[in-house]
């Protein structure tokens, strides 16, 4: 490869894993306030392959493709007017979401605000496991539902990369933190804040639990009908925050007459929160879990293994030294 090219994951049509191919393709240059990123890894999250196989974020993007939001790597070239960032610095970030960001690629542009400084703690595997998942925590946590203490919350799928994020930011901000997830999970769940667990597969949580604040559902309607059921557990007034299945008319009508308020919810971009996020898990009060890492070239098995449902944390892609 030469200075002007660079190896990425691609695919040409929407399908299952066997679409994503490792080709060499153009390098990209910044643009004025954007930064040029080497990327050293980068997290594989449940919205890529519901992207690659034609759902999540689909409808947004052209071929030929290239899949990935969670970076993190080093500054390489900035653009001109950055003058937050320079070469060499360590950063991560989640550029660009919903539109394409070109993750898993050995380079990135992207504005230089929608980076932060990588947390110090943490090597490059386990920073791209952060960005996509913590913020969607800390903007449906603090953002969205304003959690306070003594807040009673509950947290469905609360295992996985979103979950165990919300998980410890609701506990930090000291609320009553209940979480759904299989009973193997839940010494490990505790130990990140969780004061009550329940396993999914015996107990239905609307029978276990009652007079929640808030509820954030990581699994939604499609799965079980799981946002429909987290109205009953809810009090009046408490709020429902609909993440993966967002809010359709019979759940609206539902949760209009429970006397409870619900909202649809999409991460977005955020420098500035990973800038918070990044000071917490410095000071080891958040901590982050990478179950597997793969290299570049088994992005398929990577796939495969957080479409099967079951990652506790991450999982992550290794790109460059």
Do not use: C
Request: hydrophobic share 45%; no cysteine.
């Amino acid at each position: 490869m030469s200075e002007h090219t660079m190896r990425a994951v691609t695919q040409t049509e929407f399908g299952g894993p066997e679409v994503l191919t490792v080709e060499e393709v153009a390098r990209p240059e910044p643009l004025p306030t954007e930064v040029l990123v080497r990327v050293h890894a980068a997290g594989v999250n449940p919205v890529d392959w519901k992207t690659r196989e034609g759902q999540g974020m689909a409808g947004l993007q052209t071929f030929p493709l290239i899949l990935g939001w969670d970076v993190s790597g080093t500054v390489e070239e900035v653009g001109f007017g950055v003058t937050t960032l320079k070469p060499g610095d360590e950063v991560y970030g989640m550029p660009w979401f919903p539109r394409a960001a070109g993750g898993y690629a050995e380079y990135v542009t992207a504005p230089a605000r929608q980076w932060a400084r990588k947390p110090a703690t943490l090597d490059h595997a386990h920073a791209a496991a952060v960005p996509l998942a913590a913020l969607t925590a800390w903007q449906t946590v603090v953002d969205t539902a304003h959690v306070r203490a003594g807040q009673r919350v509950l947290i469905t799928a609360a295992a996985g990369g979103v979950g165990h994020f919300a998980v410890q930011f609701a506990r930090h901000l000291g609320a009553h933190v209940i979480a759904t997830a299989s009973a193997a999970r839940h010494p490990w769940l505790k130990e990140r804040g969780a004061d009550e667990t329940i396993d999914y597969t015996t107990t239905r949580f609307e029978d276990a639990v009652e007079d929640v604040d808030v509820v954030i559902d990581l699994v939604g309607d499609a799965h079980d009908e799981t946002s429909t059921r987290s109205l009953k557990v809810l009090r009046p007034g408490g709020l429902l925050v609909a993440v993966p299945s967002g809010v359709s008319p019979e759940l609206a009508q539902a949760a209009e007459a429970a006397g409870v308020r619900l909202t649809a919810y999409l991460v977005e971009p955020d420098g500035p929160a990973l800038t918070t996020i990044a000071g917490l898990i410095d000071a080891g009060e958040v901590a982050v879990e990478v179950e597997e890492t793969f290299p570049l070239e088994q992005v398929r098995a990577a796939h495969a293994h957080v479409e099967a449902g079951r990652t506790r944390g991450k999982v992550v892609l290794t790109v460059t030294e």
